[in-house]
């Protein structure tokens, strides 16, 4: 069973940054596409991103592409999310998710078993 936790929210302005990390435990996340989620209050779960399990491929929506970038560190068991020129439309509750090999389409939330808990992120205009 893989763990998920989630670090690296908090409050900052619009324009600013933040870097989230999922740090994961009970199994190496090195065979496993990793995401990160955001939902915001009344509204649906949305991907914002997405890096195979070597890294070398990735997927971004266009509401964050150019501003957020995932990177993941397998030797630390980690992945990242950089969040740079934050709006206050990306205020929302970010979840890391761990897809096993061959669960379906990484874009969509059900294909991931595996999920941390949250932490919130809250860009003030």
């Known amino acids: 069973q893989v763990q998920l936790v989630e670090s690296g929210g908090g409050l900052v302005q619009a324009g600013g940054s933040l870097r989230l990390s999922c740090a994961a435990s009970g199994r190496t996340l090195s065979t496993y596409a990793m995401a990160w989620f955001r939902q915001a209050p009344g509204k649906e779960r949305e991907l914002v991103a997405v890096i195979s399990w070597s890294g070398g491929s990735t997927y971004y929506p266009d509401s964050v592409k150019g501003r957020f970038t995932i990177s993941r560190d397998n030797a630390k068991n980690t992945v990242y999310l950089t969040m740079n020129s934050l709006k206050p439309e990306d205020t929302a509750v970010y979840c890391c998710?761990?897809?096993?090999?061959?669960?379906?389409?990484?874009?969509?939330?059900?294909?991931?078993?595996?999920w941390g808990q949250g932490t919130q992120v809250t860009v003030s205009s």
């Open positions: 998710a761990a897809r096993e090999p061959n669960s379906g389409s990484w874009l969509y939330a059900t294909s991931y078993a595996h």
